[in-house]
């Protein structure tokens, strides 16, 4: 079976780093770009970015960019969403998805709840 | 970037209805149009690519419609399991943007 299977959820205080994970299993991991998708509470969908583990190609979206690193490990179908210096802003769920040709996310993770509470 | 409009935010409908929900892009983003099911504390669920190709084991009851800055998606007899929240996204140019989401309610 296809799956995204993410770390669990972290509650952090104001200035913490973070780094959260997405592992697959179930298919040719360096074949799928992952992305990260951000849903605050209560709110809508936010496309952060992806990376190809095949190579760690990046994209990034302007609204996210220099808060945020995306990443990822071919070595253990791993893929990552790092903060260096967390804010209150950044409590919300974290999605990880996997696409094709970096278009549609066709199957997703369970979500990441990050708290970030002084 | 592209922003995605939809409406309306929020709809009351009763099984069996048939339901509209519109998606604008605010440039032209051909055919590249998908959209989402989101039940409360679960993930995102793909339902259609290319604005109107539905995915495997989604019902035949769910369209999308579409090109340049229109969409649509269409529900065209209420399930109970279809109150959600409905989500367009444009894969057309990064960042690859969704809609504010359309909160389907009974």
């Known amino acids: 079976e296809v799956q995204l299977v993410q770390s669990g959820a972290e509650v952090k205080k104001p200035g913490d780093s973070l780094k959260i994970s997405c592992k697959g299993f179930g298919y040719s991991f360096t074949s799928y770009w992952i992305g990260w998708v951000r849903q605050m509470p209560g709110k809508g969908l936010e496309w952060m970015g992806i990376v190809y583990p095949g190579d760690s190609q990046t994209r990034n979206s302007p609204s996210f960019q220099g808060q945020v690193t995306i990443s990822a490990d071919k070595s253990i179908s791993t893929a990552y969403l790092q903060w260096s210096s967390l804010e209150a802003s950044d409590t919300a769920m974290y999605f990880c998805a996997r696409t094709i040709n970096h278009d549609v996310f066709d199957v997703w993770g369970q979500g990441t709840m990050v708290t970030v509470s002084p | 970037a592209i922003r995605m409009t939809q409406s309306p935010s929020s709809f009351s409908a009763s099984t069996g209805d048939r339901v509209t929900i519109t998606c604008r892009a605010s440039q032209g983003i051909r055919s590249y149009l998908a959209w989402?099911?989101?039940?409360?504390?679960?993930?995102?669920?793909?339902l259609i690519s290319a604005t109107s190709t539905l995915q495997s084991a989604v019902p035949s009851r769910f369209s999308g419609s579409g090109s340049g800055t229109d969409f649509t998606l269409t529900i065209s007899y209420l399930q109970s399991e279809d109150f959600a929240t409905y989500y367009c996204q444009q894969y057309y140019s990064y960042p690859h943007s969704f809609g504010q989401g359309t909160k389907l309610e009974i």
């Not at chain 2, 989402?36 to 793909?46: F, H, I, S, T, W």
């Open chain 2, 36 to 46: 989402y099911q989101q039940k409360p504390g679960k993930a995102p669920k793909l």
